[in-house]
C-alpha cells in the first residue's frame, strides 16, 4: 500500500513538474510573444496596432484592412492587424507621436501632416502633379516618391508605400471655373503651408477648420466652397449644401504608410518582407477603391446628389502660379525637384 501511494505520489509531482514546463513556454502564446505554428515550430506571433485618421469605409481605412487581410491569410493568423480608424487615437500629430514612441505600430499618415515633420513631403501637395489614378500609383511606387520617407529623420518610423483618398476637387456654393471665381473667395482648406502658398497666390481667402466644422460653415455662409477630396465630398454629406462641382483634380491627395522603426527593426527578414508584400497589396486594392468611388461621383453628380457639375475653362491660366509655389518648396526640399522631374514624365505618357 505504501508503494503504491509511493508511485501516485511520484507521478502527480513529475505532472506538476509537467505542467510548469509548458506554462514557461512549452506550448501556446508565452510572454515572449511566441506561439507554435502548424508544423511544431515556434514561430513570432504579431498583432499590429494600425490607425488612420479617415472613416471605415474610406480610402485610407480600407488600405490598412487590405494589409491586415492580407497578412492574416499569409501566414494563418500568425500576424494580425488591430484597425483603429476614424481617428480613434486622436489626431494625425497624436498618431505621429504615438508611432514614435511605439505605442502605435502603424499608421497612415497625410502628406500634409507629414510635410510638418518635413518639408519634402510638400511634394505631394504641388498642385496639378498627376492626370489619373494610373499615373499617381506609377509615382507612388517611383524612387523619387519612396525617397521622401528618408527625409523624416527626426522621426522614428520607416515608410512602406502611400495611399489615397483620390483627387482635390472644388465643390461650392457657386460656379468656379478659373481664377477669377477663385478670388476673395472664403474656402475651406487644409492648413498645410504649400497648399495656403498655392491658394493665396490665386488670391482665394483660404480658411482652414476641422472638417467636423465645414457643414455648418457651408450653411450658414461662414465659407462659400471647400478644397476637398472626392471621398470626403459624399461621406461628409456636403452635397446637401453645396450644390456646385468643379472636377478640377488640382492636387492628388495622399497618405503615407508608416510603421515604427524599432517595431521594424526587430522583425525577422521573412516577416518583413510578408508586411512588405501586403502593402504592395494594398496600395493596388486602395487606387481601384478610389477610382472607383470617383467614377460613381461624377456619373451619378446630378441624379444622385443634386450637382451641377463645371469645368475649369482655361488650365493654362494656372500654370505661372504653379511654378511659383513648385519654385518656392524646392528651395526649401531639393528632392522635391526630383520628384516633379518624375511627376512631369509620368504624366507625359
Known amino acids: 500500500m505504501r508503494k503504491t501511494k509511493k508511485v501516485f505520489k511520484t507521478a502527480a509531482i513529475g505532472i506538476m513538474i509537467a505542467s510548469l514546463l509548458a506554462a ?7 510572454a515572449g510573444g511566441t506561439s507554435s505554428g502548424d508544423d511544431g515550430k515556434n514561430q513570432q506571433k504579431l498583432v499590429l496596432k494600425f490607425a488612420n485618421i479617415t472613416k471605415e469605409n474610406s480610402g485610407l481605412a480600407q488600405t490598412a484592412w487590405k ?41 497612415i499618415i497625410t502628406t500634409a501632416q507629414l510635410s510638418s515633420s518635413s518639408p519634402a513631403f510638400g511634394a505631394w501637395l504641388m498642385p496639378f502633379l ?26 522614428n518610423v520607416k515608410g512602406l508605400g502611400y495611399a489615397s483618398s483620390g483627387f482635390r476637387y ?12 477663385l478670388e476673395n473667395f472664403k474656402l475651406r482648406t487644409t492648413p498645410s503651408p504649400t497648399i495656403l502658398d498655392f491658394l493665396t497666390s490665386l488670391k482665394v481667402s483660404p480658411t482652414p477648420m476641422p472638417l467636423t466644422e465645414v457643414y455648418t460653415a457651408l450653411q450658414t455662409g461662414v465659407i462659400g466652397g471647400v478644397d ?29 504608410i508608416l510603421i515604427n522603426k524599432d517595431r521594424w527593426n526587430g522583425l525577422s527578414d521573412e516577416d518583413k518582407k510578408l508586411i512588405e508584400d ?36 482655361n ?10 509655389v513648385q519654385d518656392k518648396w524646392i528651395a ?14 509620368i504624366s507625359k505618357e
Open 278 to 313: 501586403a502593402v504592395d497589396v494594398a496600395m493596388k486594392y486602395n487606387v481601384e477603391y478610389v477610382e472607383k468611388n470617383e467614377a460613381d461621383l461624377l456619373a451619378n453628380a446630378s441624379t444622385k446628389f443634386g450637382l451641377t457639375t463645371h469645368q475649369l475653362t
Open 315 to 324: 488650365k493654362a491660366e494656372f500654370e505661372p502660379y504653379i511654378k511659383a
Open 24 to 30: 514557461c513556454g512549452g506550448g501556446g502564446e508565452s
Open 130 to 155: 498627376v492626370n489619373d489614378h494610373k499615373q499617381a500609383y506609377e509615382l507612388w511606387t517611383s524612387p523619387e516618391s519612396m525617397a521622401l520617407f528618408d527625409t523624416l529623420t527626426n522621426d
Open 228 to 256: 476637398i477630396d472626392t471621398e470626403s465630398v459624399i461621406s461628409e454629406k456636403l452635397t446637401e449644401i453645396a450644390k456646385n462641382m468643379t472636377p478640377s483634380k488640382h492636387m492628388y491627395w495622399a497618405g503615407g
Open 67 to 107: 494589409i491586415g487581410e492580407e497578412l492574416k491569410a499569409k501566414t494563418n493568423g500568425r500576424i494580425t492587424v488591430q484597425l483603429f480608424p476614424g481617428g480613434q487615437l486622436g489626431n494625425e500629430t497624436d498618431m505621429m507621436q504615438q508611432l514614435n514612441t511605439g505605442s502605435l505600430d502603424m499608421a
Open 332 to 345: 526649401k526640399a531639393p528632392e522635391i525637384g526630383k520628384f516633379l522631374e518624375k511627376a512631369k514624365e
Open 170 to 181: 472644388f465643390l461650392a456654393t457657386k460656379p468656379v471655373t478659373g481664377i477669377k471665381d
